[in-house]
């Protein structure tokens, strides 16, 4: 079966494989650097989506995902989501970029 997800969701879990990359290479241990407040993504990725919409899409995402989302619209990357993401993009944070560019106007 192949994941499917709106623009919006896609556009979140690539942001947030790259933080993860970003955090890992920082030296954040991986059970930390896959955590993400409702505000780390929202205010970088997503200022411009209310902070119902901004969470509808960290639900739609965890649902596709299976990861844990708190009630505050934070949420645990797990790794499914981790392995799809390194299978999407082989060269890591080069490649998550360049996806994202195309969502900045």
């Known amino acids: 079966m192949e994941l499917v997800l709106t623009k919006d969701a896609q556009k ?12 890992r290479k ?3 241990d991986k059970t930390n650097a896959k955590h993400f407040t409702c505000k780390e993504l ?13 969470k509808e899409t960290v ?6 995902f299976h990861c844990s989302m708190y009630m505050d619209g934070g949420f645990m990357l797990n790794d499914f ?3 799809y993401m390194e ?3 082989k060269n890591g944070i080069a490649d998550a ?8 106007p």
Do not use: P
């Open 42 to 54: 929202h205010e970088k990725y997503f200022d411009d989506f209310s902070l119902r919409d901004y």
């Open 12 to 23: 979140l879990v690539a942001a947030a494989y790259k933080e993860y990359l970003e955090k």
């Open 59 to 64: 639900a739609e995402m965890c649902r596709a």
């Open 87 to 89: 299978n999407r993009f």
């Open 26 to 28: 920082a030296g954040v």
């Open 97 to 104: 970029l360049s996806f994202l560019a195309q969502f900045i």
């Open 81 to 83: 989501a981790i392995v």
